[in-house]
């Protein structure tokens, strides 16, 4: 796949994204890696997926400006596929087609994590085709609670909480379009786990 992948913000995407970078090349997609965004306000014709890695916040950091967020809106409804890592959907905060278009995420100020360290992810659905291959495991990262989530989501993987059972990946569809949202994937130690980079190549064969 034809694969655009913006990344850069307050995230330690300098860790993650080369690793994200490396393992979606060696399964032969071509990348065009993008700190600015700009692609989104231009022709997206050529590219098969949108992936964010990324957290764009306040106008005077690296949030999308009008005509960033009209280009991604109308891609992804159009048809476009769209894969959404961590917590890429708290990305224009004052935006609410956000998480409308991820089909929910991180909301910058209201959703919070158990400290950064190991928990177990647990398959919700075996047969959903992002969880094929992939069983329970443990993993070191962020355990995200209080999320937005959007209704009629899928979803195929989660942690547990207190408890309580916290989604963690779901697909989703946004007009014609295809959405992943997987919320793992904090640091790049977090990306190097197999079973991580699994349900990311998973996820883009579902979205191709």
Not at 91 to 102: A, E, H, L, M, Y
Request: aromatic letters at 10%; a negative charge.
């Amino acid at each position: 796949m034809n694969l655009l992948l913006i990344t850069g913000g307050k995230h330690p995407y300098e860790e993650s994204t080369p690793i994200l970078q490396v393992f979606l090349e060696a399964d032969g997609h071509s990348i065009t890696l993008s700190e600015s965004a700009d692609e989104l306000s231009s022709d997206l014709s050529g590219f098969d997926a949108i992936v964010l890695n990324t957290l764009r916040q306040t106008a005077t950091d690296n949030d999308l400006n009008h005509a960033q967020r009209s280009g991604f809106e109308g891609y992804v409804s159009g048809g476009g596929s769209l894969l959404s890592i961590h917590i890429s959907a708290a990305s224009c905060p004052d935006w609410s087609q956000t998480k409308k278009i991820t089909g929910g995420g991180w909301v910058l100020g209201e959703s919070w994590h158990p400290p950064f360290g190991w928990f177990e992810v647990t398959i919700d659905n075996p047969s959903h085709p992002v969880a094929a291959g992939v069983s329970n495991f443990w993993t070191y990262d962020e355990c995200y609670c209080g999320l937005d989530i959007q209704p009629g989501i899928d979803v195929f993987i989660h942690g547990v909480v207190d408890g309580d059972i916290k989604p963690l990946g779901w697909t989703h569809q946004f007009g014609e379009g295809k959405v992943v949202n997987i919320a793992l994937g904090h640091a790049g130690s977090s990306q190097q786990h197999p079973q991580f980079q699994k349900l990311i190549l998973n996820a883009l064969d579902y979205l191709s």
